[in-house]
T-cell receptor
Framework: NAGVMQNPRHLVRRRGQEARLRCSPMKGHSHVYWYRQLPEEGLKFMVYLQKENIIDESGMPKERFSAEFPKEGPSILRIQQVVRGDSAAYFC?????????????FGEGSRLTVL | DAKTTQPTSMDCAEGRAANLPCNHSTISGNEYVYWYRQIHSQGPQYIIHGLKNNETNEMASLIITEDRKSSTLILPHATLRDTAVYYCIVRVAQNSGGSNYKLTFGKGTLLTVNP
């Protein structure tokens, strides 16, 4: 049973370009969470999605950032017109529908470097 | 979610028990205590959680005080691979609608296991 898969693991972009990070949740999981970890800091919640719905995007920056979790395919975190401050590790987590344990399963992260 | 307080760092000798404290004096009656850890450059990993009874699994034991204002994570025989940042988080496990809530990570405790 494969875990949460994130790709790319490492991504380098120049200022102004777009970054797309993909997350495939564990099989059978319908909830996806995105977190961001800036260098030397803790993980910060960004967005929580279920299939085709954004449930909580309270941690998403107001501009340039968007997320989706389509009916088919992985969840996508999209960052438009990247700036150096977007350089960070972006972690995706998933959990199954109806889980009452509160356990989230995290991927290994995508590390974005903006030059 | 209730706020938690953890020491910034701790050291432990390999093979000895590691006892990681966490204060959560404002915890509510329906909030659970969760522990996650993050080994350097990896995604967070679930360890254990509990409500008011002590819990044990193959990774660790969780001791929650009777008043639930603090807890201790115990790694019975620490190894070098247990060196990581350990996060204590309190939150409700599941809302009445059956959805999962996000986890709010603090700064955690950096546990260094020494040979």
């Amino acid at each position: 049973n494969a875990g949460v898969m994130q790709n790319p693991r490492h991504l380098v972009r120049r200022r102004g370009q777009e970054a797309r990070l993909r997350c495939s949740p564990m099989k059978g999981h319908s909830h996806v969470y995105w977190y961001r970890q800036l260098p030397e800091e803790g993980l910060k919640f960004m967005v929580y999605l279920q299939k085709e719905n954004i449930i909580d995007e309270s941690g998403m920056p107001k501009e340039r950032f968007s997320a989706e979790f389509p009916k088919e395919g992985p969840s996508i975190l999209r960052i438009q017109q990247v700036v150096r401050g977007d350089s960070a590790a972006y972690f995706c987590a998933s959990s199954p529908q109806g889980s009452n344990t509160g356990e989230l399963f995290f991927g290994e992260g995508s590390r974005l470097t903006v030059l | 979610d209730a706020k938690t307080t953890q020491p910034t760092s701790m050291d432990c000798a390999e093979g000895r028990a590691a006892n990681l404290p966490c204060n959560h004096s404002t915890i509510s009656g329906n909030e659970y205590v969760y522990w996650y850890r993050q080994i350097h450059s990896q995604g967070p990993q679930y360890i254990i959680h509990g409500l008011k009874n002590n819990e044990t699994n193959e990774m660790a034991s969780l001791i929650i005080t009777e008043d639930r204002k603090s807890s201790t994570l115990i790694l019975p025989h620490a190894t070098l691979r247990d060196t990581a940042v350990y996060y204590c988080i309190v939150r409700v496990a599941q809302n009445s609608g059956g959805s999962n809530y996000k986890l709010t990570f603090g700064k955690g405790t950096l546990l260094t296991v020494n040979p």
